[in-house]
Every structure is written in structure tokens, then in C-alpha cells.
């Protein structure tokens, strides 16, 4: 325990290594494994993944405590970013890919892109949180809304999103150009939420035409609009990942999260062993901690984001979860209607219609 | 001995499983044909339906393609929740509108051929690989009007074959649980059936285990009407049984009393023999106690013969004999005996007559009839032996007749002289009364009849009819 406690100090030290990768955002951070002996060739477990390395790297943890002599190298990219990069360049293809865009991990899966694993875990997990033993869901997140309550000066939160299109049109100047919403054109998760408004909601259309007069600022990450959101470049942000949202409305009071009461719409995190990983078997071992009762455990507990399994327990657990106001849950579901997300034809139409909305839209993914 | 060779209760139940597991393995292999068909019916229209819906939604605006492909659509496809799913939308020149650029080679011209054959598009399935699974695909055809331009549009939707697979299977388990099932329950009814069945069998053996070995009265016993002449049939043999040891009886007690009564006459006759003092007398004495010990011999040959003869019938088959050789060596052997008696053997007849038979037994039946006429002939007699066919009844029967000149057989002895020691009481020739009786055994065992006549002018013609057997050959 001594020692591991000491390389855990060296851990965070090395951890911090930030650096840009072919113009996009990309972090990297290594995980160097617990007892390296000197002269041993160290086995290393590539994960690409578009999860906040603080949230996922409990997991790591757990991972290098269970296999001691293995380090972890992780990079983190946004969802689209992280696609493109499998597509383009299999020579730098991942052991491990973890997104929350499902539609992507799922064209990824329904190509033939994932190795087939019959994870003994599987049992801990819901059915319909993988597909044909080669995609895994391991969490549940709902999509959220965040307010900067100041600017209600009093009144009610709006609950919904017809509240919500009530207040920009009750407060109509002060939010011009004060809402935060995912450029679908750059991120996959973004878009993937959006595209599914579009199919559950009657509201979807006067959304986006409110947002568009109201030249809504669009970003391609979480943590960008939530400090955009910090910092009162804009007042309100549209189908935020409720994990980053819920810890920043606990730092910063006045940053209210919402789920919509009309629906809550909820995406699962995915993962998935590329074919063509070198290191299957770390690979597997990973997927098994993921979906293991320790590991959904550690997610409810020191992540942050909610895991899929309904049995653990937690602050972050689904039965914490379903106990804050909320719309009915409709999750996404981890299937065929995803191909649909990912149509060229219909990809065009809704960037067409966003576009057409979005005229004078100015663009904030770089701070 | 009756052989035991298989029980017929391990043949039905061998028979009736057999039969059953063929029947099920017929129905488990028409099950499994029906799974795959099944199966691949409904998924098809799962992807037909999906192909349907996809191009449903495409239209044309403005000359251009408009394409809103609906979700439905794909949830269509995700009912099959573990198959991958490929698409593709195409234009009349085959560019990819939306969805998979590289699908397998895709028949267009059968599609199109079938399009003006039945003047509109047809769904067209088929198989390929692709992302290294087989996929099954269908490819659809949309014709669009605009003002006067025609647009084709290609639907290709294909699914992967799992969960086809999985209901074929699924559907085959079904089958094989209920076939085993069935299987065991039908066995087990048959083999209840069975042992009903074979009960009056069982009943029959208890009822006839259960006797006393003397009892051989008629069993009583209610049977099915296949098994009744079975059991007629043990009825009738037993009565056969009682017949013969009743007979068998009273020819023990006949012949101990036949071999009895002599051995006292020649005991009572040597004592006298003994006690004689006439020298003239005792030699007469002496001389009668010669002639009742050859009756004696006499009549013990006949008895011996006799059994063996019984004893024949039960272990030689028959063989082809030639009954007029044997009738004239017969004659021959006899005609020294014969002539010491001055009688004269004339054998008539020229035909040559081949019949089923047991030879030796035939044999003996010929002399017992032969010396008994010879026997009873007068001195200077001929003993006349025809073999002859005659037409009876439109049917052609070989007769044999034995005629002698002697005093005949006044016609209410005829009727007994067959009998077991039966001896006509103004008889006066020597005899044990056992042959002519013999002789008509084997007449019956060879299915003849015998038959008396009166010689004209005086004695008797004994008739032996050779009913028309099958193998009966002869030749005049």
C-alpha cells in the first residue's frame, strides 16, 4: 500500500500533460503503472475517450490496482474529433473507446469496427445497454439544461421547454446572444442530442428559431459553455451533459441545472474494444472493471456521472438521480434507430434547417 | 417342443419404436425446413417494410432528391435487436445518395428487368458479404414523376442473419421439446397398449400353468376374437389329448389282458404237460403250447410294431414313395409264407403311382392287410392285389384292393374288425387282432380311407382309397 500511495503522488505529478493535436483540442495524460521493475518492458492500455480524465481516472485507478504492472495512456477529444481520428488514422487506433456519442460508437460498431466480447460482467448491466456484445453502455446521463438564475431576477425556473421558450420570449433582448448551445456541426454529441430533440419534441422547431434570433453561441464542449455560463457570457445553456452541469451548479449557486419536465432525454456513455486493438486482453480486463459492480460503484461515487447499472448505491446512483425533478426519462435507445443519427441525407437537412436558423450565429468554440 | 424364438412383445415395442422414432424424426426435420423458411419470411418483410418506409420519404423538389428518411424506418430494422444493418439510397446512375458507399454488387439489371416485365418495381433479395458477415439484402426501386422527367431511386437495405438464425433455432428447439415429449408420451401409451393386449395371453398361460396335468377339460377364458382360435385351438388338442390316453388306456389294459390271458393258458398247459403221463397225449399237449406261444410271439411283434410305427409318425417327415414297387416287393416277400399255406399272391394293375408317404409304414400297413387275407383263405385261394385309379366324384382317387376267396366278414363285423383286438366271434383262424387295426392307422396317417366290399362269390375285398394328394404323380 506504501508503495502504491507513492507512485500515486508520482501519478498526478506526470498526469498534467496537455497539448494541442492536429489544431483540435486533444489532452493526453499517462498512467504510469503502479510497480514498473526496471528493465521490464511496461504493457500499456490505450484508451481514447471523450469523458473528463477526472471522472474517468477513479477507473484507471481501480484498473492499475487490480493489474499493478499496467500503464494507461489516455487521450481525451471531443466526440466528432474522436471519430474522425478512428476513421482516418487506424495506425493510432485505441485499445479502448469510450464516447457518450452513441450514434457515432454505434456506425463505428455496426461497421465492424468492434471486437466481439462476451463479457462475464454483462450480467450486473441492463439488456439494452449493449448491442450484440460489442458496444457497452456503462452509464446514464441525463441531458440537462443550466440557467444563470440571477438573470430570473426572482421569478420561477423554468421547468420545461415550453417555460423555457416562454422566458427568452418574456426576457427577449437580455438573452440576445446569451445562449449557450453545442455547435452540432462540431460535436457528436451535440448533435446527437439535438437530432433526437428533433424526433421527440413539438417544440423542436420553434426551439431552434428562438435560439437563432436570439444568435445562440455555439461550443463544441461542456465545460466551455459552463464557463462561458461562469463567467455571464451567456445565461443559459441548451442540452448540457447533466454530470458537469450538477458539479458546477454545486461550486457556483446561482448555476441552475434543470432536467426538462416535459421529457429528460438520456444518453449512455459507450465503449468499445476496436478490432484491431494490441492489447485485447487489457482491453477486455478494462471493459470487465467498467461494467463490474466495483467499477459502476466507483463511477456513483467518485466520477461524477451516473453508471447504468441500478443496483449500486451512491451519490451519483440512478436511484439519486430519479429522486431530483425531472421529465420522463426517455433514454436513447442503443440500437439501429442510431444509423439514422448518423444518415448523410439527413444530416444535411438538419444542418440545413440549423444553419438557415443560425444565420448571425456567433461561433465560441474557441475561448 | 415349441421354440421360443422372439417375444411379440419385444417386437412391438422394437416395431412401435421404430415406427415412432421415424415418425418424429420426419416431423423434426419438416420443423426445422419450417423454422428457416419461417424465419426468413418475417425478417425479410421486416427489411422489405423498412425499405418501404425509406423510400416512402424520398421526393423529388425541384428536380433535386429530397430525402427524409423516417426513424421508423430503422426501428423496423432494430427489431431484429442483434443484427447489424447496412443501407444505401441511389440514383438512376447509381451514385450514392445517402448511406453505405461500398455495398456488395447490387442487381440492377434484374431489378430493372423485372420492372418492365411486371411494369413496376419488385422487391429483390439476395445475399452477399459484407464486413465480413452475410447479409441479407433488399433492393428496391422507386420510379419519381416530375413534369416530364422520370427519376429512378434505388432502396438497398440489408440485415445480418442473426437473429433469423436465432427464431429458426428458437422455433427448432420448440419442435424438438414437444417431438421428445410426444415421443414419450406415445411410448408410454403403446407400451401401456401393448401390455393390455398381450394380457389374454398372459391369462391363457396362467389358466394352463395353474392346471393339474390330468385335468384336460375345455379352458374357460375370455379372450379377443384373435386369440380365440388359439385358444380353440389348445381346446382341441387337449381333446385330442383326453382322446388319445383314453384310447391309450384301454389298449394297455386290452393288451395286458390279450398277453395275460395266453401266458396262463400256456402256464395251466405245460403244467399239464408236466403231469402227463401219455407219452401220445403230452406230445398233442406239447405241440398246443408251441402254437400258443407263436400267437403270443405273435402278437407281441404286432404291439411292438405297432409303437414303433406310432413313433414314426411323430419323427418321419414324408418322402415321394413308389407305392406299386412297394406293394409288389410286399407281395414278393409274402409270397413264400403264402405258399406254404397253399394260397397264391396275384398281383394285377400296370400303373405307376409316386405318392407322399412313409415307406416303411405303408409297408406295414401292406402286409397286416395282405397276411390277413391270406390268412383267411382257403387252401388252393388266390389272394388278388390291384392297384388301380378310379374316378370318384370327378375326382381321380389311386385305389388299392385286396381281395381273398375266403369266408368274408358278415357286414355287422365290418364296422369293428379296425377295432383293437376285435375278433368276430365265429372266427376260427389265429390272430392277435391287432393288425388290420394298424394297418388302418397308417391308411389315416396317410389320409386313405379303407374300405370293406364282398368278394363275389365269397370273401372280402378290402379297399384302401389314396385321396388326390398334392405331388400325387402317376403314370398308367
Known amino acids: ?367 | 417342443m415349441a421354440k421360443a424364438t422372439t417375444s411379440i412383445r419385444r417386437q412391438l415395442i422394437l416395431m412401435v419404436a421404430t415406427v415412432l422414432i421415424v415418425i418424429n424424426v420426419i416431423a423434426l426435420w419438416s420443423a426445422h425446413i419450417y423454422a428457416n423458411r419461417a424465419a426468413k419470411e418475417s425478417y425479410d418483410r421486416l427489411l422489405y417494410g423498412s425499405a418501404l418506409q425509406m423510400a416512402e420519404n424520398i421526393n423529388l423538389l425541384d428536380s433535386q432528391f429530397f430525402i427524409d428518411l423516417p426513424v421508423s424506418a430503422f426501428e423496423t430494422l432494430a427489431l431484429s435487436t442483434s443484427d447489424r444493418a447496412f443501407y444505401s439510397i441511389m440514383n438512376g446512375q447509381y451514385q450514392v445518395l445517402t448511406g453505405y458507399k461500398d455495398l456488395p454488387s447490387i442487381p440492377f439489371t434484374q431489378l430493372l428487368q423485372q420492372s418492365i416485365e411486371k411494369e413496376k418495381f419488385v422487391p429483390i433479395y439476395y445475399e452477399a458479404m459484407y464486413h465480413g458477415e452475410t447479409v441479407r439484402f433488399v433492393a428496391l426501386g422507386k420510379r419519381l414523376l416530375e413534369a416530364d422527367s422520370v427519376n429512378d431511386v434505388f432502396i438497398i437495405v440489408g440485415q445480418t442473419l442473426d437473429a433469423r438464425r436465432a427464431a429458426a433455432t428458437e422455433i427448432s428447439h420448440m419442435a424438438l421439446q414437444f417431438v421428445t415429449l410426444f415421443f414419450f408420451i406415445t411410448l408410454l401409451l403403446l407400451l401401456f397398449v401393448i401390455w393390455r393386449v398381450l394380457q389374454p395371453l398372459q391369462a391363457i398361460k396362467q389358466a394352463i400353468t395353474e392346471r393339474s396335468p390330468q385335468e384336460l377339460s375345455p379352458l374357460e377364458a375370455k379372450v379377443p376374437s384373435e386369440i380365440a382360435p388359439l385358444l380353440k385351438s389348445i381346446n382341441y388338442f387337449m381333446a385330442q389329448l383326453d382322446n388319445t390316453l383314453i384310447r391309450l388306456k384301454r389298449f394297455t389294459a386290452e393288451a395286458a389282458h390279450q398277453i395275460r390271458t395266453p401266458l396262463a393258458g400256456l402256464n395251466s398247459q405245460a403244467q399239464n404237460a408236466l403231469d402227463e403221463t401219455d407219452e401220445e397225449l403230452r406230445q398233442k399237449q406239447l405241440q398246443h403250447i408251441l402254437e400258443s406261444s407263436n400267437v403270443l410271439t405273435n402278437t407281441v411283434n404286432q404291439l411292438l410294431s405297432r409303437a414303433t410305427l406310432t413313433h414314426r409318425y411323430q419323427s418321419h417327415p414324408f418322402s415321394p414313395v413308389a407305392l406299386d414297387h412297394v406293394i409288389k416287393e410286399t407281395c414278393r416277400e409274402l409270397v413264400v409264407w403264402a405258399l406254404e399255406r397253399q394260397v397264391e399272391i396275384e398281383y394285377i394293375g400296370d400303373i405307376q403311382v409316386t405318392i407322399k408317404g412313409d415307406e416303411f409304414a405303408l409297408k406295414q400297413m401292406l402286409q397286416n392287410i395282405i397276411e390277413n387275407a391270406i390268412k383267411y383263405s382257403p387252401k388252393g385261394g388266390v389272394v388278388e392285389v390291384e392297384l388301380m385309379m378310379m374316378d370318384e366324384l370327378s375326382q381321380t382317387s389311386i385305389v388299392l384292393q385286396i381281395r381273398d376267396q375266403g369266408v368274408g366278414v358278415p357286414d355287422q363285423d365290418k364296422e369293428h374288425i379296425f377295432e383293437y383286438f376285435y375278433r368276430s366271434p365265429d372266427n376260427f383262424a389265429s390272430g392277435s387282432g391287432i393288425g388290420l387295426s394298424i394297418a388302418k392307422e397308417v391308411a389315416e396317417h396317410h389320409d386313405a380311407r379303407f374300405h370293406l366290399k364282398d368278394n363275389q362269390p365269397t370273401g372280402l375285398i378290402v379297399e384302401v382309397i389314396f385321396s388326390q394328394q398334392k405331388g400325387l404323380s402317376y403314370e398308367s
Open chain 1, 1 to 367: 500500500m506504501k508503495v502504491s500511495c507513492l507512485l500515486g503522488l508520482c501519478f498526478i505529478l506526470l498526469s498534467q500533460m496537455v497539448f494541442a493535436d492536429s489544431g483540435q483540442q486533444s489532452s493526453y495524460v499517462a498512467f504510469p503503472s503502479l510497480d514498473k521493475k526496471l528493465n521490464q518492458q511496461e504493457a500499456v492500455l490505450i484508451v481514447h475517450g471523450a469523458i473528463n480524465h477526472q471522472a474517468i481516472s477513479p477507473l484507471f485507478r481501480a484498473y492499475q490496482e487490480r493489474y499493478p504492472n499496467i500503464a494507461i495512456h489516455y487521450t481525451e477529444s471531443n466526440t466528432r474529433h474522436l471519430y474522425e481520428q478512428f476513421i482516418s488514422q487506424p495506425n493510432t487506433r485505441p485499445d479502448v473507446m469510450l464516447s457518450p456519442a452513441m450514434d457515432l460508437q454505434f456506425k463505428l460498431a455496426n461497421d465492424g469496427y468492434a471486437l466481439a466480447y462476451d463479457s462475464p460482467e454483462l450480467v450486473n448491466v441492463p439488456k439494452d445497454s449493449h448491442w450484440r456484445n460489442e458496444l457497452f453502455g456503462f452509464t446514464y446521463e441525463p441531458i440537462v439544461t443550466a440557467i444563470n438564475a440571477d438573470i430570473l431576477a426572482g421569478a420561477a425556473l423554468p421547468q420545461s421547454r415550453e417555460q423555457l421558450l416562454n422566458l427568452i420570449r418574456s426576457k427577449n433582448h437580455l438573452l440576445d446572444d446569451k445562449i449557450g448551445l453545442f455547435d452540432i456541426q462540431q460535436s457528436g454529441f451535440g448533435y446527437l442530442a439535438w437530432a433526437y430533440d428533433g424526433q421527440q419534441s413539438r417544440s423542436y422547431g420553434r426551439l431552434l428559431e428562438a435560439f437563432g434570433t436570439h444568435q445562440a453561441r455555439l461550443y463544441t464542449e461542456t465545460s466551455l459553455m459552463l464557463n462561458a455560463l461562469l463567467k455571464g457570457q451567456i445565461f443559459v445553456a441548451y442540452n448540457l451533459v447533466g454530470a458537469y452541469s450538477y458539479q458546477w451548479s454545486q461550486a457556483y449557486s446561482w448555476i441552475k441545472t434543470i432536467m426538462p419536465t416535459d421529457y429528460t432525454t438520456i444518453i449512455m456513455r459507450t465503449a468499445f474494444i476496436p478490432r484491431d486493438a494490441k492489447q485485447a486482453t487489457l482491453a477486455k480486463r478494462f471493459i470487465d472493471l467498467l461494467l463490474s459492480p466495483e467499477g459502476q460503484h466507483i463511477l456513483a461515487n467518485q466520477s461524477g456521472v451516473t453508471p447504468i447499472s441500478t443496483k449500486v448505491k451512491g451519490p451519483y446512483s440512478r436511484d439519486e438521480l430519479s429522486k431530483l425533478p425531472h421529465g420522463i426519462f426517455r433514454p436513447i435507445p442503443l440500437g439501429l434507430e442510431l444509423l439514422l443519427q448518423t444518415d448523410d441525407a439527413k444530416k444535411r437537412l438538419i444542418y440545413h434547417e440549423w444553419d438557415s436558423a443560425m444565420l448571425y450565429a456567433p461561433n465560441d468554440s474557441t475561448p
